[in-house]
């Protein structure tokens, strides 16, 4: 893994010269899966390529999560154990900050509901995301509420598995961010 990195920022040290600057004022990082990966980030893998919409209406881009490995919960405001697993993720979302992304991925639900629910967990540490017609589950196969599933920076499964088994996750996640 360490040689592929090394490679990588090889490749990219030898682009910079190639690259010119933006002057049309739009951030870079907006761009995303639509166009060119900004200065500095690698090309964000398939799995990466979505966008959706945070909890509050902003557009989320999936991309921005490549290059480290991610963690997905998946929640519902109808989910009794949810709850405390929001202050569960929102203290790993700290623990691992800068070495894992960590993302919560809500149902689809109704109202304010979800936004309600999301702020003990933390919604301006990590991002909440709406899951509408459950696209996001689909995509990474999560069999449901109260699911977390863990990615390596190449999108390999490294965990998959409910709240209840927090150890056996907070091990996998301090493995892979010990490699990052």
Known sequence: MRSRVAAAVLLLALGL??????SDGSDPAARGAAGAPPAGRLAA????RFTAKTLDGATFDGA???????LFWFYGSAC???PAQAFETAARADRYVGRVHVVAVAEPGTGNGLQGFAAPAGAGRLPHLSDTGH????RF?????????LLDEDGEVLYKGAGAEGDKLDGELAAV???V
């Open 17 to 22: 010269p190639l690259t010119g600057c933006s």
């Open 45 to 48: 893998p398939s799995h990466l």
């Open 64 to 70: 921005a999560l490549a290059g480290k490995p991610v």
């Open 80 to 82: 009794a154990e949810c």
């Open 135 to 138: 696209a996001l589950r689909d």
């Open 141 to 149: 196969h999560a069999e449901g509420v109260n699911t977390y599933l």
């Open 177 to 179: 961010a010990s490699g």
